[in-house]
């Protein structure tokens, strides 16, 4: 019996699934997480069969202590993940410590983790990406937003998300931005005009493709995150050819094997100077692990079908026979709270009801990027998407 070990697999909760599936599939699965035992959720304790608890998850050492048991107990670790953005240094370091060959070691990460070492990689897929800079001093920094243009765009160079994210307009805002700035190391880049489409797919061994669609984020994330607005997204209905084209070539410029992937572009609404024409793909980031939040269990609703043990027969079996239902687009709103919305949750329930898949409270943890309230239906046209989000987001 191969032996999974399963990084914090109590968060996002639905992360159960994947812990499910693979020990359906005869894995031996064995959580670390630093939430207490009784504190997890029967369908998690039925999905394990060893969780080791640890005071605290950012504490090394007591995680490296933690697999050294499971593998003094159980035997050597063949697996080790967490499908987590914010673990994924922490996987790579424990994969290369316990000589764990079936996934990213530490030789690897600077390419996923740090915005500016990616860009090499989305030129070798023959994608342009924006100009960039890595910022050290007011002067250098300057000299390159006088080249590029205001407005400019700086945020942490290995950061998750849309955290620390800036827009800076002016040179002035820039000498703010200095005068308040962490000791984080930021990269700079030239404003890209447009909006988000990602590549989501769950990458075999080989390095191909077991399950692939995409989102649009019509909303921009920096937003969302820093000035607390309200957060929309949707799963497309299909994956257009040219998102398709670039992911898979992206994958493999990459050399992405055995495991989920979100891949983020700008597809430009103007023409831009230096990077392309409108409707062009721009590279923004690449994200190994699924999209965060509920996004596995949206790729279901609209597909019909359960990613969950997609991804665990790609662990098992190398391919998965599990089929695609019915394609629909599957939409979603974060609400914020504090605003005061045209449609409450009894008119939203009222004339969504039939289409709606979840709405729920989301925790501290993902509500600052995801909205406060959410709501996810699926729908069949463009036309229903949109005026969904208008219906959901309109203030009185």
Not at 133 to 139: G, R, Y
Not at 278 to 299: C, F, K, S, W
């Amino acid at each position: 019996m191969k032996n999974f070990v399963f990084i914090s697999p109590n968060f996002p909760d639905s992360y159960w699934k994947f812990c499910c599936e693979l020990k359906n599939n005869g894995l031996r699965v064995l959580g670390i997480g630093d939430c207490p035992y009784e504190q997890l959720s029967q369908e998690l304790k039925d999905s394990l069969h060893e969780y080791y608890k640890v005071s605290n998850l950012e504490n090394y050492d007591e995680v490296f202590r933690a697999v050294a048991f499971l593998t003094y107990k159980h035997g050597k670790i063949d697996y080790l993940e967490s499908n987590n953005e914010y673990w994924l240094e922490r996987d790579a370091k424990l994969r290369t410590e316990f000589h764990i060959t079936t996934g990213f070691t530490e030789s690897d990460i600077a390419k996923v983790k740090y915005k500016s070492e990616m860009k090499a990689y989305y030129a070798k897929a023959g994608i342009p990406t924006a100009r960039y800079h890595l910022v050290h001093d007011f002067d250098a920094a300057a000299t390159f937003a006088d080249r590029v243009g205001y407005p400019v765009v700086v945020k942490p160079d290995n950061g998750v998300g849309a955290s620390h994210t800036y827009r800076l307009r002016n040179r002035q805002e820039l000498e703010y931005f200095f005068a308040t700035k962490d000791n984080v190391q930021y990269i700079m880049e030239e404003l890209v005009i447009g909006y988000v489409r990602t590549y989501d797919a769950i990458i075999d061994g080989e390095g191909k493709p077991v399950f692939e669609t995409g989102n649009v984020t019509p909303s921009n994330l920096m937003d969302v995150v820093n000035t607390g607005d309200n957060s929309i997204y949707y799963i497309v209905k299909e994956l257009p050819e040219q998102v398709r084209d670039a992911g898979r070539r992206t994958v493999e410029a990459f050399g992405v094997k055995g495991r989920f992937v979100h891949l983020e572009y700008f597809v430009l609404t103007q023409d831009q100077a230096g990077l392309g024409k409108a409707g062009d793909l721009i590279g923004l980031e690449v994200n190994m692990r699924p999209a965060g939040g509920y996004t596995p269990d949206m790729y279901n609703y609209a597909f019909e079908t359960d990613v969950y043990k997609i991804w665990a027969d790609m662990i098992a079996y190398g391919k998965s026979t599990k089929q695609l239902g019915a394609q629909q687009f599957c939409a979603f709103v974060g609400r914020r709270d504090g605003k005061s919305f045209v449609m409450d949750h009894d008119a939203i329930m009222a004339k969504y009801g039939s289409t709606m898949k979840m709405h729920r409270r989301l925790p501290p943890a993902l509500a600052s990027a995801m909205g406060d309230q959410i709501y996810i239906v699926t729908l069949q046209t463009q036309e229903e998407v949109d005026t969904y989000f208008r219906d959901l987001l309109e203030e009185q």
